[in-house]
């Protein structure tokens, strides 16, 4: 909806998208204006042609001018009244690291939180620099490439705590945790949760307690974050250069602990949340795509506790489903199922449980017909040792699919299997049973069994209210389907007054232009015109 505004409205925009990492991304996001009003900017270290494709024209960004170089550094210690450190080597060092405004970032750091001068620390670089030579042997533009002067300058800044100080292991503890988020931010609150706490925690030996607020503040006085703290949430960032460096050149169980540990403070987080919409919730996904996208470098991290793994995707495909961005939903299921697949037999429970993701995604999405086919494939494969819970969910899934469809008598007499199911094994008031006795009492309606939907809806959504309060996105969902049961029995006014209700919620909640919000417009718009 977005991207079509933008096609035809009068106001000037610009749309920036920063660091593309996969091309074909530009197909689906590159805004277009057909009034000339807008323009758009991408940001890529990819090279491309279909980048340039489309009348889209390439500028090349340098590195640092040697004089723009020296006055960097030089204002850099200006303003922390080390100017003193800066000697007459100062150009070659800016020479040697090639200009590059992010080595020259980590030297400055590093220089300043260690008082060395530039001819020590030119030294060190260099040394630094043989033994990476001896250590990776191969071809020597390697060791000169813009990769390699940031992995040495990363190099030093951790020689500076050693690795078996208090300080070293803080660092790299810190450094790693930051290095699987996401390059474009994570909410600092990540780094107070219960999990990061758990992760960063010292010696059970060791009687004195660590704040661990100073691994971040740690990061930055090193240069290797940058806090903004104006942003809401208050937000961290990490040089994807420097984030790679790290992951590269830890220990891949470091990398692999880091990454449990950060997916969990993310569900730490995620748990204390009210507003499925807000920005802290759309920060949370973005990482989650990141950490997800790695896992093959990991060793599958993630996964080595199935229920991690399952539990982090699953919240972040039903948020995206929830923020109406149903192809990230699709494309994470699919990923969910390519790593699950790799792993796992195809009647593995983790097989089953993504492939339901998928099944709800495409058809928020609107793809019915393909959702319908997987629903019924993932049915028919279940084995009789899948833990009943997960069967349940799949015909849950398959209910809906076949409502949505007009298959109304297959989907009330499977829902009505499910319902039975849950309600025996989960309870009568769990919020899986509620769920499957909503999708019912739809199937009710769609066969012409009004009476019996309204009383199911009308039971649902006590239940439902109570238990998720009367903002909740099931509570809504609930009142939307009720408005429509009681349109569908003649009883006009009342449909009229909840769906208002409805519509209102929403638009306040979701936004107008939501998929959801639009929806009960249009529901609105039915009931109004039904009353004349």
């Known amino acids: 909806a977005f991207l079509t505004w933008l096609q035809t409205t009068k106001r ?13 991304d530009l197909a689906r996001w590159w805004p277009i204006s057909h009034v000339g009003t807008g323009w758009a900017l991408a940001t890529s270290r990819r090279s491309d042609e279909v980048l ?25 210690f200006g ?5 003193d450190l800066l000697g007459e080597e100062l150009p070659t060092l800016v020479k040697t690291l090639g200009y590059l405004p992010l080595a020259l970032s980590h030297a400055a750091a590093f220089m300043i939180s260690q008082r060395m001068s530039t001819r020590t620390y030119l030294d060190l670089f260099r040394t630094e620099g ?19 002067t940031i992995t040495i300058t990363l190099l030093l800044t951790f ?32 780094w107070t949760t219960e999990s990061a706490d758990k992760y960063f925690s010292s010696d059970p030996k060791d009687s004195v307690p660590v704040d661990h607020s100073h691994h971040l503040m740690l990061l930055e006085r090193f ?6 703290g104006d942003a809401e949430p ?13 992951r590269e050149h830890f220990e891949l169980e470091a990398i692999a602990m880091a990454t449990q540990a950060a997916a969990d403070a993310i569900a730490n987080l995620w748990s204390e949340l009210d507003d499925p919409t807000g920005n802290t919730v759309a920060l949370l996904r973005s990482n989650v795509s990141v950490i997800t996208r790695h896992e093959a470098s990991t060793g599958y991290a993630l996964w080595r506790e199935p229920e991690r793994a399952i539990g982090i995707f699953r919240r972040a495909i039903q948020s995206w489903v929830t923020a109406g961005q149903y192809a990230e939903a699709i494309q994470h299921a699919r990923r969910m199922i390519t790593q699950a697949e790799h792993l796992f037999a195809s009647e593995h429970s983790a097989m089953v449980v993504a492939r339901i993701e998928l099944v709800d995604a495409l058809r928020a999405a609107g793809r019915l017909t393909d959702a319908v086919a997987l629903a019924e494939d993932v049915v028919s494969g279940l084995s009789d040792d899948i833990d009943v819970t997960i069967a349940l969910e799949a015909k849950n899934g398959l209910v809906v699919a076949w409502r949505q469809v007009g298959r109304g008598a297959e989907a009330t007499a499977l829902g009505e299997e499910v319902v039975a199911g849950r309600r025996a094994r989960l309870g009568r008031r769990n919020s899986h049973t509620l769920a499957s006795q909503n999708n019912l009492a739809v199937a009710y309606w769609s066969m012409g069994r009004v009476k019996e939907a309204i009383k199911l809806h009308q039971y649902v959504l006590k239940a439902r ?19 429509v049961a009681l349109w569908q029995d003649g009883r006009t006014a009342d449909a009229m007054r909840l769906g208002q209700e409805v519509f209102e919620a929403r638009a306040r909640i979701l936004g107008p232009s939501h998929p959801r919000t639009l929806e009960s417009q249009q529901n609105l718009a039915s009931y109004l015109l039904d009353a004349g």
């Open 465 to 483: 209210k109570k238990k998720l309060g009367v903002d909740h996105a099931d509570t809504l969902e609930s009142r939307n389907n009720l408005a």
């Open 52 to 76: 340039f494709a489309a009348g889209r024209r390439r500028v090349d960004i340098d590195v640092y001018s040697p004089p723009e170089a020296v006055a960097y550094m030089r204002e850099r």
């Open 159 to 190: 020689a500076a705590a050693p690795i078996d100080s208090a300080e070293g292991k803080r660092l790299r503890e810190a450094a790693a945790f930051a290095a699987v988020l996401d390059p474009n931010g994570h909410p600092t609150a990540l």
């Open 223 to 228: 240069g290797l974050v940058t806090i903004d």
């Open 130 to 148: 043989q033994r990476l030579e001896q250590l990776m042997p191969g071809n020597p533009e390697d060791l000169t490439s813009s990769s390699a």
């Open 79 to 83: 303003d922390s009244a080390r100017g």
């Open 12 to 24: 000037r925009w610009l749309v920036i998208l920063d660091d593309v990492t996969d091309p074909q």
């Open 234 to 246: 208050q937000t961290a960032r990490m040089h994807a250069l420097t984030a790679r460096a790290i």
